[in-house]
């Protein structure tokens, strides 16, 4: 009776807990950037970017990007004319041609009390008489020398203008200069608007080119997923903590369970002759390199399945003819009840000889000793199971493990 409390408690404190939180946000499915682990780099950023603003390059989108960040300065530079009278930016309207692009543009210089540090401006877009600063934030916070990105734009003898390319907006004191100029504040998602509205693709616009674009505005929006739900992280965080101390002895529970299943999965396939190395389970006589592979008790308990693989390895494995060994025992039991046989494969390391899976696996009244007690009696046990089966293959064709 007191262990069905115990149970009931863990239920009721479980389902309480589940009702306050919200459900975890689905994040979108990867795209290449996080694939390739460089989602947050901003210099590899500012390397697609900058492909994108070069006409020149073989992107087949010509100057689009470039037109939708010229488009999306000028009308926010007339809308901050209107609460900002004050303020100061060159006008864009007149730049023309973008003729040359630079990503990570060393500076001349800026000097500290000690020393001189060399700084990088992350895109330079530049035209016969013009020249722009971009400054992209995508991980980190802004913390840069936009006065000393200023002068080196101005030393190059164009008009300069500056831009800050951030997540989210900045307040427009954020990219005032020394002089009174300011470095203008656009979001990554107004430039991916502003392309997506002024986009022709045509047919010959080429699988490749869409390919990379698609991949940047989704890895883009990824960014912006994570800031839309961080109200409600905010609120399971709360929760969470609010209620640690009954979480906390849900897990220790939960742990012990799991213990409780490895120390029965241990002293029955002992009961069996194998014993437990590493991953699997092995004959502990070695007369065969003969292995069973069980999940963690974990996965076999969010799963609520028993699934377990019997297979030859190593020594057994080269000395055994592995294809025909495959397919003689995928016939052998494809009618078996439980058994997978569609799913064996073969490697240098093993060779499948069958997989057994039972779903619904525990159950109140049926405790999980007796139903692997069964299994393994119907597997090993039997006078004609197929582990003996096994055995009795590798016997007539003298596949003896001798290490």
Avoid at 2 to 19: G, M, Q, R, S, Y
Avoid at 169 to 188: A, Q, S
Wanted: aromatic share 12%; with cysteine.
């Amino acid at each position: 009776m007191k262990n069905n409390i115990k149970a009931f408690d863990i239920t009721k404190e479980a389902t309480l807990i589940k009702a306050k939180l919200p459900e975890l946000p689905k994040r979108p499915r990867k795209n290449l950037f996080d694939i390739l682990k460089i989602q947050h780099r901003e210099i590899r950023n500012s390397n697609i970017l900058a492909y994108f603003f070069d006409p020149n390059e073989d992107h087949g989108f010509g100057s689009l990007f470039y037109d939708a960040l010229q488009e999306i300065a000028i009308k926010r530079i007339k809308v901050l004319k209107n609460t900002h009278p004050n303020i100061s930016f060159n006008d864009i309207s007149t730049f023309d041609e973008v003729t040359k692009v630079n990503t990570e543009e060393q500076t001349k210089g800026a000097k500290t009390k000690t020393k001189t540090k060399t700084k990088s401006i992350d895109i330079v877009l530049e035209g016969d008489d013009w020249i722009i600063g971009i400054e992209n934030k995508i991980h980190h916070h802004l913390a840069n020398p936009l006065n000393t990105y200023w002068a080196h734009l101005k030393s190059k003898n164009k008009i300069p203008f500056g831009i800050l390319l951030t997540l989210f907006p900045y307040g427009i004191e954020k990219g005032k200069l020394k002089d009174g100029n300011y470095f203008l504040n656009i979001t990554h998602r107004d430039l991916l608007e502003g392309v997506q509205q002024n986009i022709q693709l045509t047919g010959e616009s080429s699988d490749t080119d869409i390919f990379y674009l698609r991949e940047y505005f989704k890895n883009i929006e990824s960014h912006y997923y994570h800031l839309k739900h961080n109200p409600m992280m905010n609120t399971i965080v709360q929760e969470i903590t609010e209620n640690y101390s009954a979480i906390n002895e849900i897990l220790k529970k939960k742990e012990a369970a799991e213990n409780h299943i490895e120390n029965q999965l241990n002293s029955i396939f002992s009961e069996y002759g194998y014993v437990k190395a590493r991953k699997w389970f092995r004959r502990e006589d070695k007369l065969f390199d003969l292995y069973f592979y069980i999940s963690p008790a974990a996965d076999l308990m969010s799963k609520n399945a028993f699934r377990l693989c019997f297979e030859i390895r190593n020594q057994t494995n080269h000395n055994t003819e592995m294809s025909d060994f495959r397919e003689y025992f995928r016939n052998k039991f494809a009618d078996l009840d439980n058994f997978e046989q569609d799913d064996l494969v073969t490697g240098n390391q093993r060779t499948h000889a069958f997989i057994y899976k039972e779903d619904n696996f525990f159950e109140k009244d049926k405790p999980f000793g007796e139903k692997m007690k069964n299994v393994l009696k119907l597997l090993i046990g039997a006078d004609n199971s197929p582990v003996k089966q096994i055995e009795q293959y590798l016997i007539e064709r003298n596949c003896f493990f001798t290490g």
